[in-house]
C-alpha cells in the first residue's frame, strides 16, 4: 500500500506543475500589464492632447497632466514611472508639439528627481504639504521651461501660456490625484492579482 500512494502522489505531484506554470505565468502578465498603467495613462494622455482637436488650453494643459503624473508616480511606485520612461514621454511631448528639444525631457526628469529623492519624507506628509511642494516645483519647472524656450528663441516669448501651465497644473493635480490614488490601490497594483 505504501508503494501505491506514493506513486499516486508523484502522478499528482507531475499533473500540478503542468497547471501552475500556465497560471503563473498569466499572473506575471497581469502583474506586468498592471504595473505599466501609468506609463501608458501618460502615452495615452499624450497621444490625446497632441491630435489638433479644438480643445481650449491643450497646449497648456498637456505638460500640466504629465508633469502631475510623473509627480505622484515618482512618489507612491518609482518602479511604474522609471526615468528612462520618464525620458521616453518628454522625448514624445517634444516630438509631438514641435517644441524645442530637450526642454520637457529636462522638465519632467527634474520632477521625477524631486519625487523619488523625496520620496521617503514625502510619503509621510499629509496630502496638502504634497501639492503645496508640487506648486512650488511645477512653478519652477515652468518658470525654467519659460526662460529655456526664450533663450532657444533669442527673444522673451509671452509668459500667458507659461502661467496657464502653472494654473493648470496646481489645479488638477488634486483631481489627479483621486484618480491615481484609486488607480494605486486597484488596477495599477501589481499585488492585486
Excluded at 49 to 66: H, K, Q, T, Y
Excluded at 111 to 133: A, D, E, M, P, S
Aim: aromatic share 16%; charged share 10%; glycine share 4%.
Amino acid at each position: 500500500m505504501i508503494k501505491k500512494e506514493n506513486t499516486h502522489t508523484i502522478i499528482n505531484d507531475r499533473k500540478s506543475p503542468g497547471i501552475r506554470p500556465a497560471f503563473n505565468r498569466f499572473q506575471r502578465i497581469d502583474m506586468l500589464v498592471r504595473s505599466f498603467v501609468p506609463m501608458l495613462f501618460s502615452i495615452f494622455v499624450i497621444l490625446f492632447l497632441s491630435i489638433p482637436f479644438d480643445i481650449p488650453g491643450r497646449n497648456e494643459l498637456l505638460p500640466a497632466i504629465i508633469v502631475s503624473s510623473v509627480y505622484f508616480w515618482s512618489i507612491y511606485r518609482p518602479k511604474s514611472m522609471p526615468a528612462i520612461g520618464v525620458f521616453f514621454l518628454g522625448l514624445l511631448i517634444d516630438l509631438l508639439n514641435f517644441t524645442p528639444p530637450g526642454i520637457v525631457i529636462l522638465i519632467l526628469l527634474i520632477i521625477y528627481g524631486i519625487g523619488v529623492t523625496q520620496r521617503f519624507r514625502l510619503v509621510k506628509y499629509n496630502f496638502l504639504l504634497i501639492w503645496l511642494i508640487f506648486s512650488f516645483a511645477a512653478t519652477g519647472v515652468f518658470l525654467l521651461q519659460w526662460v529655456l524656450i526664450s533663450a532657444f528663441s533669442l527673444r522673451i516669448v509671452p509668459y500667458y501660456s507659461f502661467l496657464f501651465e502653472i494654473i493648470f497644473s496646481i489645479g488638477i493635480y488634486p483631481l489627479l490625484s483621486v484618480l491615481f490614488t484609486w488607480a494605486h490601490q486597484t488596477i495599477a497594483n501589481p499585488a492585486k492579482v
